[in-house]
C-alpha cells in the first residue's frame, strides 16, 4: 500500500478511538463506560479552564 | 506474581515476531499468550499504576494519559503490520494470564466472529471543519452609522453564519453518504473540542470508516478528490487504523 504517509497522531483522534472504540471486555480491573465518560468530562474541563479567558469567535452572535 | 497483565489486543496466531524495540504500556515489551486459536498481546504492569484506584486517579491525569496512549497505539501499530488485530479499550487489566485465559475462553466465539468480519480491514478517519469567514478574512467591522445601521449589520453577520453552518451541513452529510457507500461500514464519532484538537474552525463530521486494506488507495483517492470542493470546508485524513470504531459487536 502507497497510502501509508503517517505523521503524528492527534492525541484527540487517538482517544476518540481508544476511549469510545475498541472492543469492551469486563477484565478483573476495567475503566468502566461511565469512568470513560467522566475522563472526557475532566479532560474538557481542563482544557475550558485554561482557556478559559479566550473567547470563542462565535459567542458574540450568539 | 510480576505485576499485572494489560491486554492491547486478540489475534489470530501470527508467525512474525513483534518487534523487539517495542516498548509498550509501562515499558514492559508486550508479549503474545496464545490460548486455543487466539493469541493476546499483553504487558505486565505495575498493580502500583493499575490496579482499580491508581488506574482511575491516572486517567485525570494527561500526562499520563496521553503516554498510555500512544503506548498502546504503538503496540496496535506494531501488530497491524503483521495480523489484523482486535483492540481492546483503553485499560483493560486481569490479575494474572490465567485471568487472561479464562477471558479468552469465555468469548472465543465472539472474538472469531469479529475477528473474520475485520479480516484485512483497516479504519480511516475523515473529518470536516467549517472554517468561519471571520478566520479566513480578518476585516474590522465597519463602524455603524446609526442603531438601525448597526441591526442591519448584525443581521447580515448572523445570516451569513447561518448559510455556512448549512452550507457545512449538506457538504458533510453528503460527504458522509459517498464514503458510507463505498466503505464496508461507518461510525460517526462526537465531535471534537477545538480546545482539545486545537485545530482551526468549527468540526463539523468526525467520522470513522471500515474499509478493506486493499481498497484503501481508492479510499483515500474519492476522500482528496473533495478537497477544495466546496470554499471554507476543510477535510482531514487519519489511517489507517487499527479497527478500533468498528470491534464493538454490533454491525
Known sequence: MTVVERREVALVDLLDRLLAGGVVITGDITLRIADVDLVRIDLNALISSVNAQVSSPFEELL | ?251
Not at chain 2, 7 to 12: D, E
Not at chain 2, 47 to 60: N, Q, S, T, Y
Not at chain 2, 64 to 70: M, N, S
Not at chain 2, 94 to 113: K, L, N, P, Y
Request: charged share 25%; glycine share 6%; proline share 6%.
Open chain 2, 1 to 251: 506474581m510480576t505485576g499485572l497483565r494489560y491486554v492491547y489486543a486478540v489475534c489470530r496466531p501470527f508467525g512474525t515476531p513483534l518487534q523487539s524495540q517495542l516498548s509498550g504500556v509501562a515499558g514492559d515489551p508486550p508479549r503474545a499468550l496464545t490460548h486455543h486459536g487466539l493469541v493476546a498481546v499483553v504487558s505486565h504492569v505495575p498493580e502500583r499504576d493499575f490496579a482499580e484506584e491508581p488506574l482511575h486517579a491516572h486517567l485525570e491525569d494527561l500526562d499520563w494519559l496521553t503516554e498510555t496512549a500512544r503506548a498502546h497505539q504503538g503496540v496496535i501499530d506494531a501488530l497491524t503490520t503483521v495480523t489484523t488485530p482486535l483492540p481492546l479499550r483503553l485499560g483493560t487489566v486481569f490479575r494474572d494470564d490465567s485471568g487472561v485465559r479464562t477471558m479468552m475462553e469465555a468469548r472465543e466465539e465472539d472474538f472469531q466472529r469479529t475477528l473474520d468480519r475485520l479480516e484485512g480491514r483497516v479504519e480511516w478517519g475523515v473529518k470536516v471543519y467549517a472554517e468561519s469567514e471571520q478566520q479566513e478574512s480578518p476585516r474590522p467591522a465597519q463602524k455603524a452609522a446609526s442603531g438601525r445601521d448597526y441591526l442591519r449589520q448584525r443581521r447580515m453577520q448572523t445570516r451569513s453564519h447561518e448559510e455556512m453552518w448549512q452550507k457545512a451541513e449538506r457538504f458533510s452529510t453528503r460527504l458522509h453518504e459517498n464514503l458510507s457507500a463505498f466503505a464496508e461500514d461507518s461510525r460517526l464519532h462526537p465531535p471534537q473540542n477545538p480546545a482539545l484538537s486545537k485545530a482551526t474552525g468549527r468540526n463539523v463530521l468526525n467520522a470513522a470508516y471500515l474499509v478493506p486494506r486493499a481498497n484503501s488507495e481508492e479510499f483515500v483517492e474519492l476522500v482528496d478528490r473533495t478537497k477544495g470542493e466546496v470554499p471554507g470546508m476543510r477535510i482531514e485524513l487519519t489511517g489507517p487504523w487499527a479497527a478500533y470504531s468498528f470491534a464493538g459487536e454490533t454491525i
